[in-house]
């Protein structure tokens, strides 16, 4: 099972849209191969720029104007904020000490430390982290809740403010992962204390069962529209449980710490005891504690199966086989890919995505999430059989490539325990983690970057080159910012705006959800500095 904690979507710059900006129209094949020297200057340039200029207090969002005027994570944030989701202030204090791995600059090191240091003043005293912080303090964060926040149609994870940590979109295991890195890098005492309550914060939320809470310390207070608060479930979404398992695995590795094998263990466990019977053999987003049936989540979330939720669980069952060689890990994953070939849908509405996201249980028939309204006050979610005009911000299809998994689980039938867990990092001694993390798949969830796998091998250097060349005289890489959003100018009515929003990212003018405009301003991405540094770091260690 890889150990890397970036490991869901590739961060993609917009690298054409970053020359063209920058005025570096020169064919890439036609600029010369720059000097190791020329690569480290405009790393160091560009660091600069984000270190000095764009970060608050060691901290980053995830774009911002040219002048400052407006920046967002996921929505828009106030100047005094920084965001925790990736690619947000965990994956650039990672960037950094790649960069420090990659030069030996302690300009870098001081850097991630810095990053270090914002994260820890936005902590959770029970030791998680939120999607995001504000350093302005609790008046600060509660205002935005309640203006912005709470006006994002479609983001409901935002329209209400716990006051505790979340597991979802890898914010806390990004930092806790990075907070590791650091604290092994030149066992910096400054780090252990935040270090060891985002171990405990691991360890005291899991349940007995195994799974954690996509939320915690546990609350139950958000019922919207009726539904359930769904942040104590046991959550597979995002991958939840993954990631919380890698960053045990690092910390079994990295410290040796005991109390990482049992609670490994468990984790894996409480996906073969969550694995449905027959006539269903499948998971759902989440499930409930008591039951173990899937649960729903989101208002466009229903309680019910899951296709690539389930498929992610094939393949998270075939990562634990090659951990520990036990057999009950592979024992029923062949059921499981019988159902989702079972529940595929006909070609004439599959749109490239043969599995239907949902599937209701008992009737195995597919679930369409459909929405009607013009903002979060009149709006509402539901979902029926009809495949037509379907929301596009989380779509109603999926693809999930059963074949390859097919094959990957019939290699593995036929592999011995003892071969096929021979590399474990479960098993031997203490290793080393690797040097470097976001030279390899990153999770995100900023919609100005585009999903991507990483480079093989080593930057080509007609691509450094580009790079350099696309670099500006301030410092950053010129960016189409695609994603923006409505500025908060109220509460919405509880009457629907004039238009049909039931296919579009944000509503009427009162909604503050992110969506893709037709005319992108140019701007600052910490996502594209992300890319482009990780590109020009594999050139100089060539």
């Known amino acids: 099972m890889p150990i890397s904690p970036l490991s869901r979507r590739r961060l993609m710059a917009t690298s054409a849209a970053a020359f063209a900006a920058a005025g570096a129209l020169t064919p890439l094949k036609a600029l010369a191969a720059p000097s190791k020297a020329q690569a480290l200057d405009a790393m160091k340039k560009a660091a600069r720029f984000m270190v000095e200029k764009a970060a608050y207090k060691g901290g980053y969002v995830w774009s911002y104007l040219p002048d400052f005027s407006r920046r967002w994570g996921e929505m828009e944030a106030y100047p005094t904020m920084i965001w925790v989701q990736p690619p947000g202030t965990g994956t650039m204090g990672h960037l950094f000490?790649?960069?420090y791995h990659a030069t030996g600059d302690d300009y870098y090191y001081q850097a991630a430390c810095k990053a270090a240091e914002a994260l820890i003043a936005i902590q959770h005293p029970a030791g998680g982290w939120n999607y995001l912080g504000d350093l302005a303090g609790e008046a600060s964060i509660r205002k935005w809740y309640d203006t912005i926040g709470k006006n994002g149609w479609r983001l409901e994870e935002f329209q209400h403010y716990y006051g505790n940590a979340t597991f979802d979109d890898a914010g806390t295991a990004e930092s806790s992962q990075f907070l590791l890195r650091l604290y092994v890098e030149k066992k910096d005492k400054r780090f252990k204390p935040a270090l060891d309550k985002a171990l405990q914060f691991v360890l005291d939320s899991q349940y007995p069962v195994g799974g954690w809470p996509q939320r915690f310390p546990l609350k139950n207070e958000f019922h919207h529209h009726g539904h359930e608060d769904y942040t104590g479930f046991i959550t597979f979404n995002d991958d939840v449980a993954g990631e919380n398992i890698k960053?045990?695995?690092?910390?079994?590795?990295?410290?040796?710490?005991?109390?990482?094998?049992?609670?490994?263990?468990?984790?894996?466990?409480?996906?073969?005891?969550?694995?449905?019977?027959?006539?269903?053999?499948?998971?759902?987003?989440?499930?409930?504690?008591?039951?173990?049936?899937?649960?729903?989540?989101?208002?466009?979330?229903?309680?019910?199966?899951?296709?690539?939720?389930?498929?992610?669980?094939?393949a998270a069952c075939m990562d634990f086989y090659e951990l520990t060689g036990d057999p009950k890990y592979l024992a029923r994953l062949g059921e499981?890919?019988?159902?989702?070939?079972?529940?595929?849908?006909?070609?004439?509405?599959?749109?490239?995505?043969?599995?239907?996201?949902?599937?209701?249980?008992g009737t195995g028939k597919p679930l369409y999430i459909h929405r009607r309204g013009s903002n979060v006050v009149n709006g509402a979610y539901y979902n029926d059989q009809n495949p037509e005009k379907t929301v596009i911000h989380y779509s109603s299809f999926r693809a999930v490539n059963v074949e390859g998994l097919r094959k990957r689980l019939a290699k593995l039938k036929a592999t011995p325990p003892e071969v096929a867990s021979k590399d474990s990092p479960l098993k031997g001694g203490r290793k080393a983690l690797p040097k470097y993390f976001t030279?390899?798949?990153?999770?995100?969830?900023?919609?100005?970057?585009?999903?991507?796998?990483?480079?093989?091998?080593?930057?080509?250097?007609?691509?450094?080159?580009?790079?350099?060349?696309?670099?500006?005289?301030?410092?950053?890489?010129?960016?189409?910012?695609?994603?923006t959003s409505n500025p908060y100018i109220g509460d919405g009515s509880p009457t629907p705006a004039p238009g049909d929003f039931s296919q579009t990212r944000v509503g009427d003018a009162t909604d503050t959800s992110p969506y893709i405009t037709d005319t992108p301003?140019?701007?600052?991405?910490?996502?594209?500095?992300?890319?482009?540094m990780s590109a020009l770091i594999k050139y100089v260690t060539a």
């Open 521 to 532: 301003k140019i701007g600052i991405s910490t996502g594209a500095f992300v890319e482009n």
């Open 247 to 314: 960053f045990l695995i690092m910390v079994w590795q990295a410290l040796g710490d005991p109390r990482a094998l049992p609670a490994i263990k468990k984790a894996m466990d409480c996906f073969v005891v969550c694995q449905q019977p027959q006539p269903q053999p499948a998971w759902g987003l989440q499930h409930h504690v008591d039951t173990l049936k899937p649960a729903g989540a989101r208002t466009y979330e229903p309680e019910a199966f899951a296709s690539h939720t389930t498929g992610a669980n094939i």
């Open 439 to 483: 030279t390899g798949d990153i999770s995100v969830s900023d919609l100005n970057v585009g999903v991507l796998k990483a480079d093989a091998g080593q930057a080509a250097p007609d691509k450094a080159a580009g790079l350099i060349a696309a670099l500006n005289g301030e410092g950053w890489w010129p960016t189409e910012l695609k994603a």
């Open 97 to 99: 000490l790649d960069a």
């Open 336 to 361: 499981a890919l019988d159902w989702l070939d079972s529940i595929k849908v006909t070609p004439e509405i599959q749109k490239g995505r043969p599995y239907p996201t949902f599937t209701e249980i």
